[in-house]
Each structure stands twice: as structure tokens, then as C-alpha cells.
């Protein structure tokens, strides 16, 4: 634990780091100034932002603001956060990331407030959809981080939900059982899973390519399957029904954050499960510490005794397992129904929000949510008639992801021996 | 998987066949093997990946067809029969879809009819066609491996290409054929090599991954060109996302009546796999390239600029690939539409390798996946199996490709001597 977590702390603190996030905060401070602030006019405009999502009591009123002189306030004090971490020595040092976190969330604010001027927008309603669209990418997110964590890259992830996701509601539908379901989907996920370890641990081929194998494999079954048995007999094959949301009581009674984080159903609680499981598995257990070694340096961990293969083995297992529930989520959790190539490269933003997490279970929720509202606020430009197209916010997630990954802004760092084959020496 | 196991049941018939036939190839003494032995002994391995690919694909094609089932309820031999009947008539079906049916072009040659001929013979032609996007996006990703990057973003780049060239393509009017088309071919080109340039430049600078960047620049230019298709690019008075048809001086030569759409991309294609071939082989340049694919810390030492290498790596994948989108709208579509590319980038991964990263091989590979795919589509029509299958037998071939571990067991082949196989990729995070 103690080399990689030193490492990516002092590179959280270094001065380059420091300088470069206090500008961009003050870069997007002006930002919200020169673009959203500058364009309202009118005085007195006003911004009204509903908070209940729909289907539930009211808990607390809708709000409204002031559109002008919120999007100064925001742009104020995201620019003073900025002068604060260039001035101040060392910035906000360790805690940088959660500023980095405070300032992305008021520019959010403010290009609500901005483009909801004049009009309202459900707060609740988005934060709502945002959720439930970053439930499928953490879960595949996830199941990258199990997979490279151990040393194993997982471009799969798109191939695993695609077949879960199908096999969901196949199984789901002939059987009137959702658990067996999504019992099915996880196996089915699996078994790619051991493909996936087979060929890249046992026969030690590119595991760029076994991925885009299985992609390609699965995007084939799939599409196959359902235009052979699903499409011609949609009622009893392809007809599995969602999963019915549970109110949890008191916590769901909290206001606004209640009814959207827990009134949900099981695939969503199984992804907060999940969560705190492999964040406490990979940092504070024997296994993780094992696991994450062997991700780092084999060589090292198969000298102190640990099984390199099986170790990898496991994790690859699991972390397919993860990506079959992300993928009956799809079917299973949502729409009730297997469509054609319906993960629409899911499983490739997943990929993106694990790296933009930094191989973190909770960044890379963090990376989803993110990658969430921007696809679901995408759909709401044009209701709310603002002149950017929607095309551009949906490329967001891969354009923050490219970002990330050169290094602009604080650099992710993918585990030492991640995508290298082991080897035992003279064997 | 389970639905891969009767299969072992089939399998020592068809075994003791390949195994003689092996052993006839590879046979003799491991060391100083002729020319001619060593590129037998390196087609067995392709060729038996296909082979088994087929094999498994028809013994999936079997299983997931209900008259099998209700065969086997009667009896195991009529079950058999029925199997063997599905196996010839999805077969069938797929190889009359992809080079004609021999009976109808002999009736028309002997009939002399030419529209008839021409009607015979397009399925030839269009498989031809089909694999012409095949071999430039092979191309592209077998450039990239040979300089040890992994293009995975060819797709990308075909968009790009695509794009570029439509614009080009409509947009300017009342130039002379010689001079709009190759004009429009570049810029799909270098739309594809600016895609290509920029994940090359990043790894170069900041060591970013180029697997990673290359797909996130895949779904942003899918992003952008929807956004274009919606609206700049839109064709006028159109409510689906579709550009403009590009002008006739910009169109690829057709060198047959209708239906055949056999075009000039096809020979641009060839003609693409010698320069690769050349500059790869038969130039300081090239080798430098292949130098910094082999061995980047030998390529350093050796005064080669690695950065330099990686960044024209992909810049030259990607115009390859761009081509091959190219190719799509000046050759068959003439306009571009939302999505139009059928996961060509995936594909060109698969060609690539089956050709073992080699022009030559690329062309055959790209000639087999394009006979496939558009047999395929007969497949799909004569005897209903879902043209996806193609996609499941790909991804075998693939498997098998990658893996040939897996092939050497099944068949009994002989292990190749240490660095007789050369390494096609550096891994994910080593240098």
C-alpha cells in the first residue's frame, strides 16, 4: 500500500500541479463571467429551479434566484479559490482535488442558472437522471478497476454488459424470474471473464486484442440472438420487466437527496454496496494489498509468495462479474428489454471514467456522475433553446478523459505492470 | 461456451484430415528450411484459424437452428442429416453470395447476354468492393503495429476521412474530374491522418496511451459528425441526417454498367499496400519506423527519434484509415450518413493480424473478410442467419490469431523456435 499511495500523494502536492489548477479555477471563473454572465441582459431575470423529481411529495419548495447575480457570485468566488491556490503556499495542498471538485460543481451551477434564465429547470429531475445514468458506467468502471488493479487490462467492458445485458433479459423473460436474471448475466459475463483471463494470463496473448476480441464476439452473439430468437418473439423472450424500486424508510425521507439517492432499485443500492466493498477490499484487506501488488510489480509479489495467476485470475473474474451487472442494468434495470448494440459504447466511457477516477472505486463514481450529466443534460438543451448542440457536451466525457490523461490537469497513473504479461522466471 | 461442445464431438474426423495435411507442410528438419517451407509454415497457422473459425461458426449456425431440434426428436441420424442440410444451405448461401453462382455465369457466358453477365458476376464484384475499406483500414492498423502502436482508432479516422471528403466532395463544384477527385481522395486522407496525428502527438509528448486516446477520439468524431450531419453538413430540404450528394468530378471511376460497383478505390488500394510495403521495407525511413515498433531503447540509441516515429506512426494509420472512409463516399455511397460505417475499424484490428501485419497478408485477409461479409448478406436473405454471425466468426479467427497456442494444441503443430515469431505490440504500460 505504502509505495503507490506515497507516489500519488506527492504528485498531488506538486508545485506544477499547484499553479496549473489555481489558473483553471480563475479560467473558469471567467468563463462563467465572460460567457453566461455578459450574455443576460435583462435586468431582474430570474432562474427557478424545481426540486422535487417527479412522482414524489414535495419536501422542499422550489427556489429562485437571482440569474445575474448568482452566475457573479459563482464566478467570484470560483476566481478567488484560484488566486487563493496560486497565492497561498502550496495551495490547498492534499485537498486540491475536492476545491477541483467544489469548482467544476459551480461551474455546473452557474451554466444551469445561465441556461435556464428566464425559464426553470428541475434540479431534482436532473440530478435524478444523472444518477441513473452513471449507475452502469461505475459499474463498469469498476469492473476495469478489479481487472487493472491486478495487471490486467479490460477493454471488454463494452463486450461484458453487452452480453449481460442480453442474457438479462433473455433469461429473465423465459423464466418470469429477474434474480435468475441477473444471476444469468453475471455467469454469462464471467464466462467471458475467464476468456478474457484464459488468453491473457494463461496464453499470454495481447490483452488489447483478447478485449477487442470479445467485444467483437459479443457484439456478434448478441445481435445475433436477438435478431434470431428475441425480435421474432418479443412478448415471451425479450419482454423481462425492471426491477421495482425500494423505498428505503427515513433515509428516503431526507429532504431532496432522499427520494433521488434512495427510492431506487437493487441494482442501484447493489452499486453503492459495491462501492465501499472494493474500496475497503482494495485499501484496508490482505487481498487488496495482494492484488494491487500484483498489479504493481508480479515480480515482487511472486517473491514474497503470492500467487501472480490466480490472484489475476480472481480479479479478472469478479471484475467481469461487476461489468454482467452493469450490463443487466441495461435490460433489467431500466427499459425492461434487450435492444441491438444497445450499451452504445457504455462500456467505453466506463473505461474513460475509470481512468479520469485515477483507478479509484469512489473517483470513478465521481468520473460517472459527471459523465451522467452531461449525457443527460444534453437532452435538455434543446428543450431549454440554448444554442450549443448537444453533440459537443456528449463529447465532454472523452475529451476530459483525453485531457486527464496527458497530464494537463494532475496526471491518473495506471498501475506499473498493468496490460504486461507475467512471467515466471525460467519457467 | 457451452454451446461450443458437441463440437469435440465432431472435431477427430475433421482433425486426422488437417493433421496430415500439416504434417505433410510442416515436415522435415526444423532448421534451414527453404523460402518456400517457411511461408507454408506461416500460413498454417492462419489458415487453420479460419478454418476452425468456420467450423465453429457452423456448428453455432446448427445449434441455434430450431429445425435441428425438432430433427433430433425424430432421430439422431435424421438430426445429422438436418444439421448437415443447414450447414449446406447457410454455406452455400454465403458462397454464392460472395462470388456468384457458377450455373448463372456459366448460362450467361454461354448466352453472351452482358446484362445478364454483369448481374452474374456482381456478387464477385461486390465482394471486391466490400473489401476494399478492408484493405486500406487493414493497412492503417498494420502500419501502427509495425511501429508498435495500437490503432484501435481506425474507426475514428474513417469517420474524419469520410467527412472530409464529403465536404470537399459537394462543396466545390465545376472543377475537371482529374483534378476534383484525387482533390477530395487527400482530404479524406489527411482528415484521417489529423485524427491519427493527434493521439500520436499526445503519447509522443506525454506518453498517453494511444489505445485509450484512439477510442475516445473514435466517439468524438462520431459525435462530431453527427452534429455535422444535423446540421451544417445537412443536406438542404432533408429531415434525416444525410449530406449532400458529392458532385460527379469527385466520384471514383466505375468500370462497369450497373449493378457492379467495382471502382478505381480498389487498385488506390493496392496500390496504398505496395507504398506501405516500400516505405516500411525499402526505406531508411521505414526501418526506422519498424526500429522504433521492434525496439524503441535500440531505436533511441541508435540516434532514431522515437517521438518522431510514433507521431508519423499514426499520423500515416490514420490516413490510411481515412482512406478507407474516403473510398466509402467517393466509391459506393456518394454521400455520407449518420453511423454508415459497419464497425470497419474493429474489423481492420482482425485483418491486421490475420495477415500478420504485412501488406500482402492484409490484401488476402481483407479480400477474405470482404467475400465474407458480403456473402453474408446473401446468408442472411437465402437462408435467414443473421448477418451478425459474421462478426462471431471474426472474433474466433481472432481469438485463434492472437493466441496460436490454441491452434498449435488443437492441431498438433510444432512449437516455432525462439524468435522465430516476432512480437507485434509493446504491452500497456511498458516501454
Known sequence: MAATTMRREIELVSPTRQWVMGILFVILGAAIWFFFSRSIIEPGTL??????????????????????????????????????????PRGFGRYTNWVLGAVAAMFVLAFLTWAAAGKSINLAGLANTTLLKAVPLTLGALSGILCERSGVVNIAIEGMMLMGAMVASLVASVTDSLWLGLLAAVMASAMLGVVHGVLSIKYKTNQIISGTAINIFSIGLTSYISARFLQVNQQELNTPGVFPPIEIPLLSSIPF?????????????????????????????????????????????DTLGINVFRTRYISVLLGSMVAGIGGAYFTIGSVSGFDEVMTAGRGFISLAAMIFGNWNPFGSFGAGLLFGFSDSIASRLAILGVKIPSEFLLMTPYIVTMIVLAGVVGRSKMPAADGVPYEKEGG | MSDEKPQSEEKPQEKDAAQIFIEEVIAGPAGGQSRGRRILSSL?????????????????????????????????????????????????????????????????????????????????????????????????????????????????????GAIFATYVGYSITGLPMFIHMPLAFLAGALGGALWGFIPGFLKARTGAHEVINTIMMNYIAFRLSDWLLNGPMQRPESFNPVS???????????????????????????????????????T??????????????????????VAMGIILGMTLA???????????????????????????????????????????????????????????????????????????????????????????????????????EEGLVTSWGGD
Open chain 2, 284 to 305: 531508411k525511413w521505414g526501418f526506422s519506423l519498424r526500429m522504433v515498433g521492434l525496439n524503441p531503447r535500440a531505436a533511441r540509441y541508435a540516434g532514431v527519434s
Open chain 1, 47 to 88: 432562474t427557478k429551479f424545481g426540486m422535487t423529481i417527479g412522482g414524489a411529495t414535495a419536501t422542499i419548495p422550489d427556489i429562485t434566484v437571482p440569474s445575474l447575480l448568482t452566475l457573479n457570485i459563482l464566478a467570484a468566488l470560483c476566481i478567488g479559490l484560484g488566486i487563493i491556490q496560486i497565492v497561498k
Open chain 2, 44 to 160: 498454417a497457422v492462419p489458415v487453420l484459424a479460419i478454418f476452425t473459425g468456420l467450423l465453429l461458426g457452423g456448428v453455432f449456425i446448427i445449434l441455434t437452428s430450431p429445425q435441428f431440434y425438432e430433427a433430433l426428436q425424430v432421430s439422431v441420424v435424421q438430426g445429422i442429416k438436418t444439421a448437415w442440410e443447414i450447414l449446406v444451405v447457410s454455406y452455400g448461401a454465403l458462397f454464392i453470395g460472395a462470388f456468384g453462382s457458377p450455373s448463372e455465369i456459366l448460362a450467361a457466358l454461354t448466352s453472351g447476354d452482358t446484362a445478364a453477365l454483369r448481374e452474374a458476376l456482381y456478387p464477385f464484384f461486390e465482394s471486391l468492393v466490400a473489401a476494399t475499406p478492408y484493405i486500406f483500414g487493414g493497412l492503417s492498423v498494420a502500419l501502427g503495429f509495425r511501429v508498435g502502436l495500437f490503432n484501435i482508432g481506425a474507426e475514428g479516422q474513417l469517420f474524419m
Open chain 1, 257 to 301: 437527496i432522499g427520494p433521488i439517492l434512495f427510492n431506487k432499485n437493487v441494482l442501484v443500492y447493489a452499486l453503492f454496496a459495491l462501492l465501499v466493498l472494493i474500496h475497503v477490499g482494495l485499501y484496508y484487506t490482505r487481498w487488496g494489498l495482494r492484488m494491487r501488488s500484483v498489479g504493481e510489480h508480479p515480480r515482487a509479489a
Open chain 2, 244 to 282: 449532400p450528394n458529392i458532385m460527379d468530378s469527385a466520384k471514383l471511376y466505375r468500370f462497369f454498367q450497373d449493378p457492379i460497383r467495382f471502382h478505381l478505390g480498389f487498385f488506390i488500394a493496392l496500390l496504398m499496400a505496395w507504398l506501405v510495403y516500400w516505405l516500411l521495407w525499402k
Open chain 2, 318 to 420: 490514420g490516413g490510411l484509415a481515412g482512406m478507407a472512409g474516403t473510398n466509402e463516399v467517393l466509391g459506393v455511397n456518394y454521400y455520407m450518413a449518420q453511423a454508415f460505417s459497419s464497425g470497419y475499424g474493429f474489423d481492420s484490428i482482425a485483418i491486421a493480424l490475420l495477415g500478420n501485419s504485412h501488406p500482402a497478408g492484409v490484401i488476402l485477409s481483407a479480400l477474405l473478410f470482404g467475400a465474407l461479409r458480403n456473402g453474408a448478406t446473401n446468408m442472411q436473405l437465402a437462408a435467414g442467419i443473421p448477418i451478425d454471425i459474421i462478426n462471431i466468426l471474426q472474433a474466433m479467427i481472432l481469438v485463434f490469431i492472437a493466441a496460436p497456442a490454441i491452434i498449435r494444441t488443437i492441431y498438433r503443430l510444432r512449437e516455432p523456435a525462439e524468435g522465430e
